[in-house]
């Protein structure tokens, strides 16, 4: 069955650091999102990419968050600056041409020291 | 603004125990109320997608049901295995998914 790939699983960081995320989508799936859940929370949308154009950047910090994907296959997610705030699990998501169906990946736990 | 509220935020059930979790939403253009569920440390799986009032899925022990406002997870004689968190989601019209904050399920033996 054809997974959502992501990395790392775990990341701990202080502080101020850089930190990246890398996302593989289901092979031929246009359509890719960003996630981010906060422990008891629910997933708020950071990014969406259509291809490689962004479609929704919307709630995305663009202070200290960056997304792209370059190639219209994977895509990263870089902060920098790391805050305390942005502990939080980091999702990314895939969807096909015209299917509604969004498939999860397992996540990239961030914690922030 | 689009919104989706669960109901309750936690709900403990004895093995056998049937019960139902609730999702209310508002939205301007709604594509699909969606259904996952998430175990600890995992991603969303996905359940059910419903697409219009009066519509109705089932698989196993759940079963989803959809009005104008509302949608109901109903858990029938749940078992220990069923025990996560429960997110409801709507879409909008360019696709992005709009969730609840989860409801954690926990069913003891």
């Known amino acids: 069955e054809a997974e959502v790939a992501q990395s790392p699983r775990y990341k701990i960081t202080e502080k101020s650091q850089a930190v990246a995320f890398w996302c593989d989508p289901i092979?031929?799936?246009?359509?890719l999102y960003w996630y981010r859940q906060i422990l008891g929370q629910g997933p708020e949308l950071l990014v969406q990419f259509q291809d490689e154009s962004v479609v929704d950047d919307s709630q995305l910090p663009k202070d200290r968050f960056s997304a792209e994907r370059l190639k219209g296959v994977d895509s990263t997610l870089k902060i920098q600056p790391a805050e305390l705030g942005d502990s939080a699990m980091y999702l990314c998501?895939?969807?096909?041409?015209?299917?509604?169906?969004?498939?999860f990946g397992a996540g990239s736990r961030l914690t922030v020291l | 603004e689009d919104q989706v509220t669960q109901s309750p935020e936690a709900l403990r059930l004895q093995e056998g125990e049937s019960s139902s979790l609730n999702c209310s939403y508002t939205v301007s253009g709604l594509r699909g109320l969606f259904w996952y569920r998430q175990d600890p440390g995992k991603g969303p799986e996905f359940l059910f997608t419903l697409y219009s009032a009066g519509e109705e899925k089932e698989k196993e022990r759940l079963k989803a049901t959809l009005t104008k406002k509302e949608s109901f997870l109903h858990i029938t004689a749940p078992k220990p295995e069923d025990s996560a968190t429960y997110l409801c989601a709507v879409q909008e019209k360019g696709g992005k998914l709009i969730f609840g904050q989860g409801t954690e399920l926990s069913v003891k033996p």
């Open positions: 998501a895939s969807g096909g041409a015209g299917a509604n169906v969004l498939t």
């Open positions: 092979s031929g799936h246009a359509t």
